[in-house]
């Protein structure tokens, strides 16, 4: 019911972010600030970057159907995406835009 819920935003972002926070237990700032560069899709995995803790920063997450599915859905919005850009960068949205504009900020 979440998930679906989430569907219904206009921001394109939330499923697949929302997805990634429910299979990985990872933080808002963690899973806010995810770098491409920290994803592994061959091994189905990704390495978190800065967290709260120390035994969080670093960590070596292997994703599970849901959150690979997730990623690799994500990912084909961003075919110029490179290692440093932000999987979920700003979105700007509004009553009056009509597209999806992201923001590759680092």
Not at 69 to 88: G, K, N, Q
Not at 97 to 106: G, K, L, N, V
Request: charged share 25%; net charge positive.
């Amino acid at each position: 019911m979440l998930l679906q819920a989430c569907g219904t935003s206009r921001s394109r972002s939330l499923v697949p972010f929302v997805t990634l926070a429910i299979e990985t237990g990872a933080r808002f700032g963690v899973i806010r600030t995810l770098q491409w560069g920290r994803v592994d899709f061959d091994n189905r995995c990704v390495r978190w970057g800065k967290d709260k803790t120390a035994s969080g920063t670093g960590r070596i997450i292997p994703l599970n159907q849901r959150a690979m599915a997730a990623l690799t859905f994500w990912a084909t919005h961003f075919p110029e995406r490179e290692r440093e850009h932000y999987v979920f960068p700003t979105e700007r949205y509004g009553p009056l835009e009509t597209s999806f504009a992201p923001r590759h900020t680092t």
